[in-house]
């Protein structure tokens, strides 16, 4: 078995992965991002020690949001914790007595895929991330495609309406300023405030939150106007996954995140949308991917 961890901006998740992929000893514990560099340092070493008392293992792997020096085991710049310049790698392995590895965390979740998800049936094959933003990334072959610079895959920065809304990457019109969860919020808050008699706009004032789960709660109660924020939301995504499906023609496309726990009602309404809905398939990995992928550093170095 191998440990991996999955560093996100608010939890870190971490297991022991077997060689078929199985995760066993699943744990989810705060990152304390809110607290610093050296607190979110500490959480990740307790998250390790936890694991290293159910087996003694050869290596860590650390998938981690954002630009990271693989060969170093350097975290270079992460929007989402507050460790940039950090030589992670290094610091743990000084901390546990193990060797360290570090991965982009969706590199990390699309070589979890290729072991253990989607690559057991497919060679070529895209996995399309929805979450705060839109991720994802590119298997070809049965291994990762990265582009001259490792940054191939960013498939939510792909503009899919001209002089539309502007992005944090400097763009305009980009696919996950549509088809994030992040939008879907948006799209909720504004369809509550344009029918304050809709029953989605008095859960909102009842409960005074807004999250992905918002529409689909009222919708499935029998709310029309969450109803159709979910039918633009689905057709905001497909329009992205009909381009993807047009440029690589995978034999599949694998969707991934929290979001895709609404499970098949959702994907079908995706899939009224897809020029080719036989395409579009949901992870199988329950959210795992990434440490599974991250279990496997040590193994593939
Ligand atoms: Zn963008």
């Known amino acids: 078995m191998r440990?991996?961890?999955?560093?996100?901006?608010?939890?870190?998740?971490?297991?022991?992965?077997?060689?078929?992929g199985q995760v066993h000893f699943a744990e989810t514990t705060s990152t304390n991002t809110a607290s610093g560099r050296e607190a979110v340092l500490d959480a990740l070493t307790e998250a390790?020690?936890?694991?290293?008392?159910?087996?003694?293992?050869?290596?860590?792997?650390?998938?981690i949001p954002g630009f990271v020096d693989v060969e170093n085991g350097i975290l270079v710049r992460s929007a989402n914790l507050p460790l940039d310049d950090t030589?992670?790698?290094?610091?743990?392995?000084?901390?546990?007595?193990?060797?360290?590895?570090?991965?982009?965390?969706?590199?990390?979740?699309?070589?979890?895929?290729?072991?253990?998800?989607c690559g057991r049936e497919?060679?070529?094959?895209?996995?399309?991330t929805v979450g705060t933003g839109v991720g994802g990334g590119i298997c070809l072959n049965k291994k990762i495609y990265r582009g001259v610079d490792?940054?191939?895959?960013?498939?939510?920065?792909?503009?899919?309406?001209?002089h539309g809304r502007p992005c944090p990457c400097t763009r305009i019109g980009c696919w996950e300023q549509y088809a994030s969860v992040t939008a879907l919020c948006r799209m909720t808050k504004e369809a509550a405030d344009e029918f304050p008699d809709s029953l989605l706009a008095q859960n909102i004032r009842e409960t005074g939150v807004v999250n992905g789960r918002t529409a689909?709660?009222?919708?499935?109660?029998?709310?029309?106007?969450?109803?159709?924020?979910?039918?633009?939301?689905?057709?905001?995504?497909?329009?992205?996954?009909?381009?993807?499906?047009?440029i690589f023609r995978p034999e599949r496309i694998v969707l991934a995140g929290a979001i895709f726990k609404e499970?098949?009602?959702?994907?079908?309404?995706?899939?009224?949308?897809c020029l080719e809905p036989q395409?579009?398939?949901?992870?199988?990995?329950?959210?795992?991917?990434?440490?599974?992928?991250?279990?496997?550093?040590?193994?593939?170095?």
């Open 263 to 273: 499970g098949l009602p959702f994907l079908q309404r995706i899939q009224k949308y």
């Open 279 to 301: 395409y579009l398939m949901l992870s199988t990995l329950n959210g795992q991917a990434g440490l599974i992928g991250a279990a496997l550093l040590g193994a593939t170095r």
């Open 216 to 246: 689909f709660e009222a919708a499935k109660n029998g709310c029309a106007t969450a109803g159709t924020v979910l039918e633009h939301y689905s057709e905001n995504l497909a329009v992205g996954l009909n381009s993807l499906i047009t």
């Open 122 to 128: 497919a060679s070529d094959f895209l996995m399309v």
């Open 3 to 20: 440990l991996g961890i999955d560093l996100g901006g608010t939890a870190i998740k971490s297991g022991m992965v077997d060689e078929t």
């Open 150 to 162: 490792g940054r191939a895959g960013e498939f939510g920065h792909m503009t899919v309406v001209m």
């Open 48 to 63: 390790c020690k936890s694991q290293l008392k159910h087996e003694d293992v050869p290596s860590i792997g650390i998938g």
């Open 87 to 117: 030589p992670i790698a290094e610091i743990l392995s000084k901390r546990l007595g193990k060797a360290v590895y570090l991965e982009n965390d969706a590199n990390c979740a699309l070589a979890g895929e290729i072991f253990a998800g």
